[in-house]
């Protein structure tokens, strides 16, 4: 059997497999979620904070009305279940978060969580599954309330949260985090032990919409990517290149060692590497975000002597991001040997990538295929919670809709017919997960 | 007869034709100035201020010690005279500035005058020569009191201060040159109508000795430099790239427009440029001193949108300013093209070139020569009063002397040895010019 055709012999669902009440259900959701959440200028819904936890009751009393078992983790995820014929096999699992950045848009996280409603609707209404089914509402996915660590609901659930996790700061108030999951009910006790709350083992998989933040799908003319994998990424905050500054007039080329242009033939070279490597067939990018020379001394009339500058290259491949590394200290001694400067690259910060499942993109390709959506296979640049899941073992897939504008902006521009074309694309794919007899572990 | 050739029927000087008086008196002055201009940190002789008075007062009294007459023009420039046996003939002037920036050091400038003051003694001592010898002290060569315009005195001598000059604050104290300048005893009515002080005619050449402010005479292990040209310079202060600005995640390579990639191919095609037209024997230096991008949205997880960067270039040769600016805008369009960027290079600030006259250089090779002391033909990169001087039409000339760390601050290095093989050099060639039948222009 080939790697991307479904290996499950339950029935396949018929086309439509959302129903009209079911996008009604949606759309009313998404606009009862904008009057929540506007904050004057964009939707503001905070990290453990009260329009986040008003946002996942009004899930928790959707699921009630609709049968399913609901309840509250220790981390105070919220948790919908439909429950399946055989409740002691590893459920499938979907789910996205509710929180967004402070004048944010509507749409990120919350598409993913209104997507994975109407999937464990649609299953109900299609029958009884085999597997469990659950929606897991996440709390906490931002970065931005606390300035830097995120993915806290997920990261609770396998027992990742650090102290210094739970010590970071509120961005305005100050606070530590440990305050605001304790005044949201969180039981803090296993989760300061790095007790998980739940064995990845007991997931078969899990499944995350999500409205896609870069530009690809609206140039390709699709309403839905099909996610091969999260990149990790190599963060170098402050590379220094130091050269000699000198007098612009009176120092001839063969004396000079200029600090900006060693910096512009390092970016160059990384540039020339970066464009043969994606021919290759390696998934990369690479952004040197700032670039700044030394206030205090630089002029226009001197040579550079000192110049800072960002680094910062994703993959979705670990061994691209090692690779690519040593190219990068590779490429700064030649430099630095041929223009007599230095380049101090400091420690870069290393974030993990994680793959998705191949068997579940397959599930994605043949469920989009059956109701003739146009999927784009593609790698998701940006970090998800599905990466905390991938990473702890749980076969895991996302689905991306088309979305213009970017995220974390007010002006996200998700259309719904985009949204209910991922939807139904991950629900089928839910559909047959649920029905698969196998692990894909 | 050959270009580099002297032309004089004078009396070829014997060896050592400053004697061991001159350069107990040379030591002495320098020593002198250090004692009286000593800031504490470095040495400080103001711009039209006190320091700079007092310096010139003690040239002065040894002039007329010495039997010269001496006198001040209007703009407070100190003349010195030697008169020639046949004194309506234009006169060979040579001399320098007295002022140094704030916390400089003792010989930028002063070395100039020095040299002068012997090269005028020893041609006193060898006789009356043909033409009369001037020695002028300049005032206000240096641009760091008034932050920014400069060659106060030269400029002055040839009716060239503006409005906007005179008019341009102290750096310090927020008056206006013009008040500084009255205060020292300038006659400011023919100064503020642009009225020459002097025919640029009444001069048959120009000799100025500088301590060299680069590296080059260090690095070739010559004593002296004999100057070709002063270079000019065309100064972009602010070239602004602009792309666009996206998440360095989500956006793949090809849908990129980066500001600080495009930069870096800019400024690497321009070096690569730089290196051939060297090769071509064109004379050019090019520096990016100031490279930033916008820190109200840069980020190392976002795709530069803007940059901005100063691109400054200097040459002794008009055409090649010329056609090296035509060439850089060429590859701003290409790359932009290239890339989906603009460049918006602003509007380039001109400062013209000034060539020394061929056979005056002709003249220090073979006073170099006949002295035994190796010389570096090599152009000056920093400006200088001699190139108000040639560009307003007087054939002129410098010679360098060997100058470790550069200029401007209190560190600059003149060994006396060196300044003794500079004199000597200007001292000959001024010597012959002074007994020259022709004129030069």
Redesign the interface.
Known sequence: MANDAPSSKAPTPPAGFLDADQHQLAQGLFDRFREMSFDGVGISRETYGPGETAAMEVIERIGAEHGFETGWDAARNLVLRLPGREPDRPVVATGSHLDSVPQGGNYDGAAGVVASLLALLAAKAHGTPLRTMELHVLRGEESAWYGGPCYFGSRALFGQLTDADLATTHRFTGKPLAHYMAACGADMAPIEQGQGLVDPDRFHSWMELHI?????LI?RERPVGLVTGI?G?V?H?RVVCRGEA????????W?RH?A??A???L??RI?EH??VL?EWGEDL?V???????NAAE???????GE?T??L?Y?SQDPKTLTSFGALVRSECETIAAKRGVTFDLGDGVYTAPARMNERLVGLLQSSAEEAGIAGEVMA????HDSAVFANAGVPSVMVFVRNEK?SHNPHEAMDYPDFAAGAEVMARALWQAANMAEELR
Chains 1, 2 share one sequence.
């Open positions: 896609e933040q870069g530009p690809v140039a990149r990424n963060r905050r000198a007098h612009s007039g009176a120092v001839p080329r004396m200029d900006v242009l910096m512009a033939e970016l160059m540039d970066w464009r994606l990018v952004t040197s975000g700032i670039v700044e020379t630089h002029a226009v009339s001197r040579v550079p110049v500058f960002a910062e994703r998701s640049g940006a970090g970017g």
